[in-house]
């Protein structure tokens, strides 16, 4: 539709004009001033392409949660997180709420493109911690930081272990997650009661309850116990105390009920005169005097009071409840007499270590054990023990001795050691033959040039083993030693002589038993080596030449020439040597011998000699304690001899299984060496002294 056109007027106003001739002429740019204007804007750009050409790329990422602010030293163009910079040193300092402020250093270098990383460290987190009940120590990652409750608490951002103690609660733990940067944090904990309530009564009432050995209260009483093991303890006077041990877990109550108290025992004090009587109360033994009798109240018991000795003391004793007596019982000795006969009659007799008027004499004493003691100078003390009996006489004979017979009659006629081997003792000294010539005149067949005649003298009494050392007794020593074997036939078997024994391990065997059986070590040792002996010793040893002769020769007032006699060969079977059935491993055999046996025997296999030795002179040659040498015919006699302390070689005495020849079943025949053989071994010997 068409609008309707206005009837107001419309005037028209002439615009300004100005004749160009009139107009005022702009001032014209000098033409010096505009080449300035150009060559500046020229250097400006120059020297922005020159940066941007030089300028090297710096991407700076900043590790933290909040905003933050980047200020790089130097001329640095920002593009976000990046930098054109020239190459170079810049100081960085970077800021962010919540963080502690970071300045460092970077080394800007030719590379078109570098980046660095850098991590805020987050100002502390502030905790704030209630706890119910307040009070609570807290425990941060193992330190205690106060109690609660706690305002404002700083702790570094992250995962933290938290513990709340309190006494009469039990502990709580989480783990507590720290935001830091300075926000507040706010934890409420609740802790439960460590503890169970414990009812108790009892009757009659009034009790001292004492928990732990503390005063708790008195019954009827309901009391808060802490959780783990405690002593309850009920106190009346006149009663006897009631004790329980409680286990609590907590918030677990217990109700005990009502408690019969039990009247107090009466105790009565008991000694005796004499005192270490033996007491029975109803019949069971209580102990010796003087001791305390623990008495159920107000009913009668038997009391018995006896000792050897003396007349036995019953009665019967009561007390009230929690009632105290002291009584003191006198028993009446019971006697008996002894009659004492001492020779010499001058010996001084003593009875418990009371002196005697007389040594010879009757004496009435307690029916009890006394110490008896009767000396004399000059001859050995004897002690022993009597008890008297009443209404029989007792005899104590006593023939003193001299010391040394005394000596001599401790001495045992036989022993055994702790393998078993048993030795028996020698006197030589004592016999016409404690004087002999070792060695064999120069007209005896068979006789060597070491066999040189010398007179000994033995006067130490002295031990020697029944038998030589078997592999089973060497093994207790040398578990792995092997005997080996000789063309197929043993020597290894339990009781077979130990041979391949060296004189040092013979040596060391000896050591090792008197070690074994608490003896003084004959033989010094360095290393385990020996190194020489200790003659005043009485452990065990090797016999001494000289023992090992008298032992194998000494017969009645003869010596022998062979471990049979004097005449070669045997007419009968006496010893194991190289034999007929013996000649594929020997060689040379001893003609029509026949011992059963092609190597060595088992000890004891025949008879023992005139002294009851074994296998003196047959079955194994023996390693015997002597430094091998061969003897001065014009020598003095010598005493007990035992040679030097030490050598290369040692003497080998007696015949072997492996032997057959007559130079060598002699009992005269000497050897020697120091290496283990398959056809020695040894026995052991000590002195008596």
């Not at 640095?76 to 502690?100: C, M, Q, S, W």
């Not at 102990?287 to 107000?298: E, M, R, Y």
């Not at 007419?571 to 040597?577: D, L, M, P, S």
Request: charged share 15%.
């Amino acid at each position: 539709m068409a609008q309707p056109m206005s009837t107001k007027p419309v005037i028209i106003s002439p615009s300004g004009f100005t004749p160009l001739d009139q107009a005022t002429p702009k001032a014209p740019v000098p033409r010096k001033t505009g080449r300035v204007l150009l060559f500046f804007c020229l250097g400006v750009f120059v020297l922005v392409m020159l940066f941007l050409l030089s300028a090297r790329s710096l991407m700076i990422e900043i590790e933290a949660q909040a905003p933050a602010q980047v200020s790089v030293s130097g001329f640095a163009l920002p593009f976000g997180k990046r930098y054109l910079l020239r190459p170079g040193n810049y100081d960085i300092h970077v800021t962010a709420e919540g963080y502690y402020p970071l300045a460092t250093n970077v080394a800007v270098d030719h590379r078109d493109s570098q980046s660095i990383e850098l991590q805020l460290q987050a100002l502390p987190g502030l905790l704030s911690l209630v706890s119910e009940p307040a009070g609570a120590t807290v425990i941060v990652d193992g330190e205690a930081v106060g109690r609660t409750p706690l305002n404002d608490l700083p702790m570094t951002e992250g995962e933290h272990q938290l513990r709340l103690e309190e006494a009469r609660h039990l502990p709580v733990e989480q783990a507590l997650q720290i935001i830091g940067r300075s926000v507040r944090q706010q934890l409420e904990l609740q802790l439960a009661p460590a503890w169970a309530e414990v009812t108790v009564n009892s009757r009659p009432a009034g009790a001292t309850i004492l928990l732990d050995g503390e005063v708790a209260g008195q019954t009827p009483a309901t009391l808060e116990v802490l959780q783990g093991e405690h002593q309850l303890l009920l106190r009346l006077q006149a009663y006897s105390e009631w004790q329980k041990t409680l286990r609590i877990n907590a918030s677990e109550n217990i109700d005990l009920g009502e408690v019969l108290l039990q009247p107090a025992a009466g105790e009565l004090t008991l000694s005796s005169v004499p005192s270490s009587a033996n007491v029975t109360l109803d019949g069971e033994f209580q102990g010796q005097t003087p001791l305390t009798l623990i008495l159920a109240p107000n009913q009668p018991h038997r009391l018995s009071v006896f000792k050897p000795g003396y007349k036995r003391y019953d009665s019967s004793v009561q007390l009230p409840a929690a009632d105290t007596a002291t009584q003191t019982v006198t028993l009446q000795a019971e006697m008996g007499e002894v009659r004492f006969s001492v020779s010499p009659t001058n010996a001084t007799l003593r009875i418990n270590g009371k002196r005697s008027r007389n040594s010879n004499q009757t004496i009435s004493l307690p029916a009890v054990e006394h110490a008896v003691e009767i000396s004399l100078d000059g001859y050995a003390t004897v002690r022993r023990s009597v008890t008297p009996r009443p209404g029989l006489m007792q005899l104590v004979d006593v023939q003193l001795q001299t010391q040394q017979a005394a000596k001599l009659a401790r001495i045992k006629p036989e022993i055994t050691t702790a393998l078993g081997q048993t030795l028996l003792l020698f006197k030589p000294g004592e016999s016409a033959m404690g004087d002999f010539t070792m060695g064999a005149s120069r007209r005896q067949p068979g006789r060597r040039a070491n066999e040189v005649l010398h007179p000994v003298a033995l006067r130490r009494m002295f031990y020697l083993q029944t038998t030589e050392v078997t592999n089973a007794q060497f093994r207790q020593f040398q578990p792995s030693h092997n005997s080996g074997q000789v063309e197929g036939n043993s020597l290894n078997q339990r009781h077979q002589p130990a041979v391949q024994v060296s004189w040092q391990q013979a040596a060391t065997f000896c050591n090792w038993l008197s070690a074994k059986e608490g003896l003084p070590a004959f033989y010094q040792e360095q290393n385990g080596i020996v190194t020489g002996y200790n003659p005043s010793a009485i452990g065990y040893r090797l016999p001494s030449e000289a023992e090992w002769a008298w032992a194998a020769r000494a017969n009645g007032q003869t010596l022998l020439q062979f471990p049979w006699g004097d005449t070669f060969p045997p007419k009968q079977v006496v010893g194991n040597y190289a034999d007929s059935g013996s000649a594929y491993v020997t060689g040379s055999t001893l003609t029509g011998y026949t011992d059963g046996y092609v190597v060595s025997a088992p000890v004891a296999s025949f008879k023992p000699n005139q002294h009851g030795l074994f296998d003196l002179g047959s079955n194994t040659s023996e390693w015997v304690h002597d430094v091998y040498g061969i003897p001065s015919a014009n020598g003095a006699t010598q005493r007990d001899p035992l040679g030097k302390q030490t050598g290369d070689n040692y003497v080998i005495r007696g015949a072997s299984w492996d032997q057959s020849k007559l130079r060598e079943l002699r009992l005269t025949y000497r050897d020697y060496g120091q290496a283990g053989r398959d056809d020695v071994g040894f026995r052991l010997a000590r002195y008596a002294e």
